[in-house]
T-cell receptor, first 114, second 112 residues
């Protein structure tokens, strides 16, 4: 398995600002993902974070709004830019360990935009 | 994006009862995962299934990979209050597709 931590666990931000979420895995992983989840709803994949190259974004998500970095095999960041109240949500980091097809999740970051 | 259908959407049960839920799709999947999510937490992996017909247990939880490969089932025996939460299935089609598609979730509430 993989133990995943996220920082911050929650934040309240003003409209127009940005928030960067950090994700750290305790072991090297092949794939890292970022999801968005409205409370009580299912998970929506934002993008796959690729090590050393640009992230792969899902339909409806763009790099300018959700820039992602992945400098190595254990760390990634997601920035939510130019915040609006519609960005209020839970953001989850997920990772797939090397040689495993199972996927593990961090505890999430709860973002509230005022 | 695409989601898998889970049923029931929510359920209230008495403590000690058995629980059954399922996850269905019109497409064939090669891998099924089942997660539980507590309020304010990330999803926790419960069981992974890799072969059609496979039956796997984890304590009081038992999950099955449907024979048609289009569905999966999760059973919880003798439910307890801490079983409360949202249960998600996730399926992977394989054949070069690395992404998991997540289900709509089943919200379980246990009455003591």
């Amino acid at each position: 398995s993989a133990v995943i931590s996220q920082k911050p666990s929650r934040d309240i931000c003003q409209r127009g600002t940005s928030l960067t979420i950090q994700c750290q895995v305790d072991s090297q992983v092949t794939m890292m993902f970022w999801y968005r989840q409205q409370p009580g709803q299912s998970l929506t994949l934002i993008a796959t974070a690729n090590q050393g190259s640009e992230a792969t974004y899902e339909s409806g998500f763009v790099i300018d709004k959700f820039p992602i970095s992945r400098p190595n095999l254990t760390f990634s960041t997601l920035t939510v830019s130019n915040l609006s109240p519609e960005d209020s949500s839970i953001y989850l980091c997920s990772a797939r360990p090397i040689s495993y097809n199972e996927q593990f999740f961090g505890p999430g970051t709860r973002l509230t935009v005022l | 994006g695409q989601q898998l259908n889970q049923s029931p959407q929510s359920m209230f049960i008495q403590e000690g009862e058995d629980v059954s839920m399922n996850c269905t799709s019109s497409s064939i999947f090669n891998t099924w995962l089942w997660y539980k999510q507590d309020p304010g937490e990330g999803p926790v992996l419960l069981i992974a299934l890799y072969k059609a017909g496979e039956l796997t247990s984890n304590g009081r939880l038992t999950a099955q990979f449907g024979i048609t490969r289009k569905d999966s089932f999760l059973n919880i025996s003798a439910s307890i209050p801490s079983d409360v939460g949202i249960y998600f299935c996730a399926g992977q089609r394989g054949a070069g597709t690395y992404k998991y598609i997540f289900g709509t979730g089943t919200r379980l509430k246990v009455l003591a």
